[in-house]
Structure formats: structure tokens, C-alpha cells
């Protein structure tokens, strides 16, 4: 199934916790937790439009500098999502530089910020270029539940677990998902392009039938254009279903309560990345450190119905043991480990 968007790692499993939410059709790409972030290349940061951060240790924070080096002059405009005290610390890190110059690029960098307190409610606030980055407070959004960004395709919903203070986790959700009968778009003579999108997203929201859609695409003979309407256009699909689950979990004691909060989340979660920092043998050392064991990681995931598990953030002292923290990981998540 060609779904929304792709998900993968920024690093390896020892490195800085980060994911990349890439979105196949478009340039674009949500990013998760800015720690190391200088294996992603230029190109990749510059389709990054929102920014969620877990928490601002600098595992998780670090790369802010490093991203605003690579966009700044080139891109417009970026929102970040963070927690509690989330756009002081943005506004911390814009104003540790000098910005003598920066009013005068021709490409204006709005940054805007939203913080989420423990409570639900939410907070915001914009930084541009034009004006060095001052601080400007905003009219706070509607607080929706666990809902922390959305859009016509796609959502974003969070939840706070216990990390020794606040820690975000999250949920990528692709809203519905629409196949398209291939055959049937070999025989009208059109071919895939960014026109499939609009008419997905037109299916989705009920846009009226007499919609017109503009197509354009290019083959072997070169570009092409056309105009249809939705309802000229439904018989190249072939349903509408349930979108594509994505969950992102790290930084969190094991506990009841943070167990429940994530099957509130991410219950039957197609595809979970989780970390899974420390073998069951340490285990009290994990407790010490508020992070989760590997064997801990599976009963999470086996508790929330995960699919598909991604395991990462494991602890340095591991190196050449990667293989001991997936297995102990995956008995747990089969049942095969049910206690430690």
C-alpha cells in the first residue's frame, strides 16, 4: 500500500534519539527530537515543516543550531512543538547570537512555537528574522484533546509520560488513505503526479463531484496537461482505508501509569519506534535513570498492540550487543518474556 508518508531514524540505534517523517508525494518532512541531527543532509532539513520535541535534554535539542544554520536565509517558515517552558527555551537559543544582519535577508524565517502544558492547554508564540528573532506572543489555539497539529491528510496527537519530568511522546496518523486502481489509470492514458494527491485529498474532504482537478504529468513524450472532474476521475479508485499509524516513544520510567497512557495513545499502532536503552540484567540501573529495559520496551509494545517495533536509543555500553537488546525486546513483545 503506497501510504502518506515514511518514517525512518535520523541515526543509528546508539545515536541521538530522532525520527524523519517524510512525505512521499510532496517536499516535506516532519521531523521528532533535534539531538544529533548532522546525518541528515541539507536537503532533508529544508522540507522539514513542523518540528516535535520530546523534551529538551540536549540529546533531544542539541541540533536546533545546526538546523537553523542550514535554513536560515532559505526557508520561510517552521513551526516547533514542545512542552512545558518550551518557547522560553526557543527564545533562549535565538537570543545567545548577535542579529545585526539577519532583518535584511531577502528570505524572511518566521519560527513558531507551541508549548503544551501538563493542564492540556496551549501556548504560542512567533520569532522572525525581520525582526531578530524578538519574541512575539500569539493568540493561543483551541486545545483538542491530545490533538497537537492537524491538517486535511494527517494528525499529530500527544501525550505526556514520566521521564522524571514531562515527556512528550507522539502519534503520526495518516487519516484515511486512498488505493488507486493502476490499471485503470494505465488506460486513460494519464499517469501519476501531484494531481493524484489533490484528488485524493479532495475524495477525503467530499469536495463536490463537479470539482475540477488540473492534471499534469510527464512521460517519455513529455509534459501533459488535462481537466476533469472528481466525479470523471472516481472510477480510478478503488477504496478509502484507514490510514497508517506511526508511534514515537522514548525517555519514560516504566510504570502503570505511563503504560496506560500510551494504550490511550497508541492503541493497535501500526508501526512503533521505541526506546530501549539498557538490557533486563540492569535493570535497576535503568530505574536510576528513568529509561526503559529492553525487556520493558516489548511489554510496552506488546500492551499498545505495536505491529511493527523499531527499537533504538541504546545505551553506548552496548556496543557490539545490539543483538542481545532486539531479542530480549522482541521475547517480551511476543509474550514469549512477560516478566522481568
Keep these: 500500500m503506497h501510504t502518506l508518508f515514511e518514517p525512518a531514524l535520523v541515526n543509528d540505534s546508539f545515536g541521538d534519539p ?5 512525505f512521499r508525494d510532496e517536499r516535506r518532512a516532519l521531523l521528532i527530537d533535534l539531538g544529533d541531527i548532522t546525518a541528515l543532509p541539507p536537503r532533508k532539513l529544508m522540507r522539514v515543516s513542523n518540528a516535535f520535541v520530546t ?10 543550531d545546526h538546523w537553523l544554520r542550514v535554513v536560515l536565509g532559505r526557508k520561510a517558515r ?6 512545558p517552558g518550551f518557547i522560553a527555551q526557543v527564545e533562549h537559543k535565538l537570543r545567545a547570537y548577535t542579529w545585526n544582519v539577519v532583518h535584511r535577508y531577502e528570505v524572511e524565517l518566521v519560527i513558531e512555537a507551541f508549548e503544551l502544558a501538563v493542564d492540556g492547554s496551549i501556548s504560542r508564540a512567533q520569532f522572525s528574522s525581520r525582526n531578530r528573532f524578538e519574541r512575539q506572543s500569539l493568540a493561543a ?26 515527556c512528550l511522546s507522539y502519534a503520526i496518523e495518516e487519516k484515511a488513505h486512498v488505493n488507486v486502481r493502476k490499471e485503470r489509470l494505465v488506460q486513460t492514458g494519464f499517469a501519476a503526479g501531484s494531481w493524484l494527491r489533490e484528488l485524493k485529498h479532495a475524495i477525503l474532504t467530499n469536495a463536490p463531484g463537479d470539482t475540477v482537478i488540473e492534471l499534469n504529468w510527464k512521460d517519455r513524450d513529455g509534459a501533459h496537461e488535462a481537466r476533469r472532474t472528481i466525479d470523471e476521475l472516481r472510477e480510478l479508485i478503488l477504496d478509502v482505508v484507514a490510514g497508517r499509524r506511526v508511534g514515537y516513544v522514548t525517555d519514560l520510567r516504566y510504570t502503570d501509569a505511563n503504560v496506560a497512557t500510551l494504550q490511550a495513545l497508541l492503541r493497535d499502532v501500526d508501526l512503533l519506534f521505541i526506546e530501549c536503552v539498557f538490557l533486563d540484567e540492569d535493570a535497576d540501573h535503568a530505574a536510576r535513570k528513568n529509561h526503559l529495559t529492553a525487556g ?3 511489554r510496552v509494545a506488546r500492551a499498545v498492540g505495536a505491529r511493527t517495533v523499531v527499537p533504538f536509543h541504546f545505551s ?25
Design 55 to 64: 523534551h529538551t535534554h540536549m540529546d533531544h535539542f542539541a541540533g536546533f
Design 78 to 83: 517552521v513551526a516547533f512543538h514542545g512542552g
Design 18 to 22: 530522532g525520527l524523519l517523517v517524510d
Design 296 to 298: 520493558q520496551a516489548g
Design 141 to 166: 489555539p483551541q486545545a483538542r484533546e491530545d490533538t497537537v497539529h492537524e491538517e486535511a491528510m494527517f494528525r499529530v496527537r500527544a501525550r505526556f509520560v514520566d521521564h522524571d519530568i514531562p
Design 316 to 340: 553506548p555500553r552496548y556496543q557490539g550487543r545490539e543483538a542481545e537488546l532486539v531479542a530480549q525486546m522482541n521475547r517480551a513483545w511476543s509474550g514469549a518474556q512477560l516478566s522481568v
